[in-house]
């Protein structure tokens, strides 16, 4: 690995691409320094030998210079050992050679994605030429084609970079994961040879700017009634029920069980929901707890675990992970629902499929000392951490700040 004196945090990155990339006895054999400013990389393997690289000693030099670096020494071994040698074949591999891109991205790039689904790829990465018409936006890789047939091309990481995200709002989720999706492209072509280290990416990370959390309008029960009663299909009646009792998202109704517990049949969630900022970790399955529903005459028995067990169908939800698109595209064609939003409009707010899990919600709060709930027995419930349901909910949870105001009229 080589040995870095400056312990900046550029420094450490490059390192840690370097060893990901370095067999492992071979690593402590090499050294990179500055030298007068520029960068010296050194081997000692039989003998000492030393070449001073055309890269500035910086963080943008080093961003060029570490695919290059790679690229000498996998040529240094396959040659005999000669450090100016394997300087001159990279030299050579990386002029202006013709790279047939589209065949690049679409099979040996592809395969090495093994765990970007097909649909990420078309969304995210590359979108083939067949199904270009029915884009809008195309992806960042389909940029980088473009933008690397013109007769200006880019001629550095940087200027492509900058040029292939253009479409996206600076700060944006959207520019984020297309810049990630360029940064994997390039670093692989180049430290394969494939590309010239010239266009080794920029590695600072953008700042994320997020957007201002919208705020969703909690159905209310009467609200809930008169969409169960305007509904004429059994099945989504049967929805929106289970919805507003349990505080299910729209996706829970594909995986809900009954299951044997220790006093009984219980309903479970088994639905299993990617949390966001941490690859790969998801929500655990949940046990579900009603909130009935309270009309005139008080509260309202549906009998709903009950039904579910003796097998009462619900809805065509489409697609795996685009239930709340199924429920969106029924209820927007309700008056009612029209009705309800431009309620939900006047107060600010917006009324979204998840309005009928909002309701749980406001409820769960709104009765936590008549039911002696705290706020993890409510996130508990709802498939959320304390924190995730407190950024979520904040605006339910009881402060008694304002009663405080409210004594004085009283006295």
Known sequence: MPKLAETDTWVKYYRAVVRGEMAEHHKWK???????????????DGKKQTKVLPFEWSQKGFGKAIPEILQIYKRFYEGNKQLTAACEKVKVSSSNTEVDFVHLISKPFRKYCTTVSDATWIKSYYCPPDKIAKRKVLPVLNQLVR?????????????????????????????????????????????RGKLSADYAPVAVEEKRYKKSKRVGFALKDDQILQLIASEKDPKWQFAYQLMAVYGLRPEDLRYLVIKDGLKGKELWSMYEKSMGGTRGQKTEPRKLAPLPIKDGKGYINWNLQERL??????????????????????????????????????????????????????????????????????????????????????RFIPDDTYDKFEKQLVA
């Open 147 to 191: 933008l690397m047939e013109l007769n200006n091309k880019p001629k550095n990481g940087e200027e492509l970079m900058n040029k292939a995200l253009d479409q996206w709002e600076f700060g944006s989720r959207s520019r984020d994961i297309s810049r990630r999706a360029l940064q994997k492209f390039l670093n692989w072509a180049i430290l």
């Open 309 to 394: 067990d003796k097998g009462e169908e619900l809805p065509s939800l489409g697609r795996e992970g685009k239930a709340s698109d199924a429920l969106r595209t029924k209820l927007i064609r309700n008056k009612l629902w029209k009705k309800f939003r431009k309620q939900a409009q006047k107060q600010k707010e917006e009324l979204v499929p998840y309005a009928f899990r909002h309701r749980f919600a406001k409820v769960a709060h709104s009765r936590s000392v008549e039911l002696n709930l705290n706020d993890k027995d409510i996130a508990q419930v709802m498939g959320h951490t304390k924190e995730v349901h407190a950024a979520n909910y904040a």
């Open 30 to 44: 090499w050294s990179v320094g500055n030298h007068n400013g520029s960068i010296r990389l050194q081997v000692n």
